[in-house]
């Protein structure tokens, strides 16, 4: 079968000279332009997230398929998985004695702080400021 493949792949695009009040306004600034506007554009091994594969020349696309790579299905499961931790926190804080319903109890449990640092990361959560890489 001869196909025709669609590649969703993670690039760096450079944007220079971007004038801004933030680092963050400048982040935002940058994601709204077009690629073409990027003064450079990096393969860099990106990686790779979906493919949509066509048959060359078929006119309907009924056999077409999208395949989602690992990295695509784990950035949909995420807000699920967000979600599901936030409501896992609630649910134990309310399993607790009155008297133990306090952060510093939910602190001592190793499985809540690992979920409280998955959930500052998820979302941006770092005394307002962008999470460094």
Known sequence: MRCDVHLYRELRLLFEGIEAASAEEAADIARR?????????????????????????????????????????????????????????RQIHALLPPYQQSDSTLDNLPAVLKARAAIAIATAIDGGKALHL
């Open 33 to 89: 332009r077009s690629h073409e506007e990027a003064h450079f554009i990096d393969d860099c091994h990106g990686e790779d997230f979906a493919a949509l594969v066509d048959v060359t020349g078929a006119d309907s696309y009924e056999q077409s398929r999208f395949i989602a790579f690992e990295a695509e299905r784990l950035r949909q499961a995420a807000p699920k998985l967000l979600e599901a931790v936030q409501e896992c926190i």
